[in-house]
């Protein structure tokens, strides 16, 4: 499939899920801008890709609510990194749970908020950057997403790319 092709809905969220895990949403909220920015399964048009814009110099808190699918998770943690042609740039690694139980119609998701990051700012960082988060159970990958963020100029209205 080349870069150019536009994917059904179902091929957009089979990009979020595995036998293991399923990401439902991933929630940004900058401090400063009332707006929270969303991107969910439940989005009425799911754009192509990931893509959070963001005003350089802002601290946001980022949410993620997923659901485990299969069996147990021990020691899930969460690893994102931000790359700048190709570098690591920025990444954070966080502990999501001690162990994450399978989720079903009385638990449907789990939810966790990190601690809130700062995005750098100036002439030479404003753009945009590929990033990939990865959960691990018991130290061992098992599901990874790609995504964008695009920092912009102080003053701009956070906002979901599209």
Not at 19 to 35: D, K, R, V, W, Y
Not at 56 to 70: N, P
Not at 74 to 100: C, H
Not at 132 to 155: C, D, L, M, N, Q
Request: glycine share 6%; charged share 25%.
């Amino acid at each position: 499939m080349s870069k150019n092709t536009i994917k059904s809905r179902d091929e957009l969220l089979d990009m979020f899920r595995n036998e293991l895990i399923e990401l439902i949403a991933m929630t940004i909220q900058c401090e400063g801008h009332p707006e929270v920015l969303e991107y969910s399964q439940e989005m009425e048009n799911i754009p192509q890709k990931l893509f959070f814009i963001l005003p350089e110099y802002s601290t946001y808190t980022l949410t993620i609510k997923y659901r485990v699918t299969a069996k147990p998770l021990v020691k899930l943690t969460y690893y994102q990194v931000v790359k700048k042609g190709g570098i690591p740039f920025k990444s954070r690694k966080e502990e999501i749970a001690n162990t994450a139980v399978t989720n079903d119609d009385t638990n449907p998701h789990h939810t966790v908020t990190f601690p809130p990051d700062d995005i750098p700012g100036g002439t030479f960082i404003r753009g945009t950057y590929p990033a990939v988060s990865t959960f691990y159970a018991e130290g061992k990958p098992i599901f990874s997403t790609e995504w964008a963020i695009k920092v912009v100029k102080r003053g701009t209205q956070p906002s979901i790319g599209y």
